[in-house]
């Protein structure tokens, strides 16, 4: 066995004593360093559980589907009307258009959307839902079922009627065990007669589609929300070899019926994306996100650096007598100096362990709740992740802990034999 070895192993096993003898003072030294990595962990474990819950959302419409956003993004990210501002540029004019085979070859089926919050009520009942306005393709593009009753039809949906469709929750948070069908309810003092009831479906894209209500487009454009253009619209074509080409025929058509003579996209008011690409889109955005707030977490590492170099020189001024005997009996500047060093090391790696495993059982905390109200969160483990925590805790110690170690070294044995 060499020489460092025996000698890293006294300093270690020197460094956890001095910890177990002034246990209160260790801990509140690496709480920084806990409180640091036990962030990050929990950071980057959300953020991979919550991009897998999205990915797995956006997987589920299927390879098929095309979606049209209004204004225009850049490649790789999303409109602005993915974050709530409203573009006017789409309209059901517009959707009307792809269905035509002359335009978009291969299509099954467009559904186009416009929803609000609103307070729906029968009778007495009220409630505060999701109010959609949609067109007869919803049922094949979202891959929905009617459970009772009929959805309603293409003439009344281009003709205004006053129908709309109930999904599951709204129907017995309104109705309870009275039969919906034939009765008429309220949406901003416009009458509604109730014609179906959706199957239960259950939350998708973090929306839950059991709480909508379903109206045909022109009636929720013109009776609830007075506007004429829609929120997004969605191509449902016969396979995924015949994405690429729908998308291409979709962007030319729109730039016809949009009037933008320039093919190069510079100039488009709208947004095609397949969900191959919303996948991309949606990776891109939530890894910023993730690695920018893991990146703020681990301030709290710097912090808590600051306060290990802090109580590293207190410890050096309460230990200078010690220090002094040491250098007395032989001990050089170097063994005083790795003395301090080591210390701060074993300080900031415990304090690392510690964080590590309150992030862990956090995480799994936060995955056994959300999987508990119904969505689909993967518990996310990365070695990745621990390693970076534990790397970065060692050599915050170790640089913290030099200007203390050094000062600690130049401690004249004399002058440190007589302080008291």
């Known amino acids: 066995m060499s020489r460092h070895y025996l000698y890293l192993k006294e300093l270690i096993l020197n460094s956890l004593r001095n ?77 009307m258009a792809m269905k035509d085979p002359a335009n978009v070859p291969n299509v099954k089926a467009v559904a186009a959307y416009v929803n609000g919050s609103e307070t729906v009520s029968w009778g007495s009942n ?16 979202e891959q929905a079922e009617v459970a009772e009753g009929r959805f309603f039809s293409e003439t009344e949906e281009k003709g205004v009627a006053r129908v709309a469709v109930l999904g599951a929750t709204v129907k017995d948070d309104l109705f309870g065990a009275t039969d919906a069908l034939g009765k008429n309810i309220k949406i901003k003092n416009q009458s509604f007669e109730v014609i179906g009831v959706m199957k239960a479906k259950g939350t998708v894209g973090f929306q839950n589609n059991d709480e909508n209500i379903l109206l045909p487009i022109t009636s929720m454009q013109k009776l609830i929300l007075g506007i004429n253009h829609i929120n997004m619209l969605r191509l449902k074509v016969n396979t995924a070899d015949d994405v690429p080409q729908a998308i291409d025929m979709v962007k030319l058509t729109l730039r016809e019926r949009h009037g933008i003579s320039d093919s190069s996209g510079a100039n488009d008011d709208f947004t095609v994306r397949s969900s191959a690409e919303a996948i991309n889109t949606i990776k891109t955005v939530t890894n910023s996100l993730k690695f920018f707030l893991a990146a703020m977490a681990g301030l709290s590492l710097l912090v808590g650096g600051i306060g290990i170099m802090n109580i590293m020189l207190i410890r050096v001024a309460q230990r200078t007598r010690e220090i002094g005997l040491r250098k007395a009996v032989g001990a050089t500047n170097q063994d005083i100096r790795w003395q301090f060093l080591v210390e701060s090391g074993v300080i900031t790696l415990v304090g690392g362990l510690i964080g590590i495993i309150i992030g862990e059982l956090v995480s799994v ?56």
């Open 19 to 95: 910890l177990r003898q002034n246990k209160s003072r260790s801990f509140l030294t690496a709480l920084g360093i806990i409180i640091g990595v036990s962030s990050v962990i929990i950071i980057v474990a959300i953020g991979d559980g919550a991009q897998n819950l999205i990915l797995a959302q956006v997987k589920s419409f299927g390879p098929t589907l095309v979606g049209v956003l209004p204004g225009k993004s850049e490649d790789k990210g999303p409109p602005a009307s993915a974050f709530g501002i409203t573009i006017t540029t789409l309209t059901y004019e517009d959707a």
């Open 126 to 141: 009220q409630m505060t839902g999701t109010v959609n306005g949609t067109t007869v393709d919803y049922l094949e593009v």
């Open 365 to 420: 905390g936060v995955s056994l709740v959300v999987n508990g109200l119904g969505y689909e969160w993967g518990y996310s483990f990365s070695w990745f992740s621990i390693a970076i925590s534990v790397s970065i805790s060692i050599g915050i110690g170790v640089i913290f802990g030099l200007y203390p170690a050094f000062r600690a070294s130049k401690l004249n044995p004399i002058e440190a034999l007589r302080h008291e």
